[in-house]
Nanobody, 114 residues
Framework: VQLVESGGGLVQSGGSLRLSCAAS????????IHWVRQAPGKGLEWVST????????DYADHVKGRFAISRDNAKNLVYLQMNSLKAEDTALYHC????????RGQGTQVTVSS
């Protein structure tokens, strides 16, 4: 399993970013894919999940209505569109094949300045 995240960066509060996750080494279209994040000094926190076909999505309460997860099974890609970003969204964001983030990529840093 290989997961490579990209798209992070520095953005002002209220801004937007789109993260990407490139997957390889497994049958991508059969797996749920999750985004988790880790803020400085804190543990991993689940953010969002998308079903294998993309027909079902789920979000943590604190990102619901602001974040949108999607996937392109033809390209083995998962996206996380993040809007109305807040300082508390600052974290290292990982995509993962399990909700706990046990099997995850190296992550992409998102920093939101207030």
């Amino acid at each position: 399993v290989q997961l490579v995240e990209s798209g992070g960066g520095l953005v002002q509060s209220g801004g937007s970013l789109r993260l990407s996750c490139a997957a390889s080494g497994f049958i991508f279209e059969r797996f749920y894919i999750h985004w988790v994040r880790q803020a400085p000094g804190k543990g991993l926190e689940w953010v969002s999940t998308i079903s294998p076909t993309g027909s079902r999505t789920d979000y943590a309460d604190h990102v619901k209505g602001r974040f949108a997860i999607s996937r392109d099974n033809a390209k083995n890609l998962v996206y996380l569109q993040m809007n109305s970003l807040k300082a508390e969204d600052t974290a290292l964001y990982h995509c993962a094949t399990d909700r706990m983030g046990t099997d995850r990529g190296q992550g992409t840093q998102v920093t939101v300045s207030s």
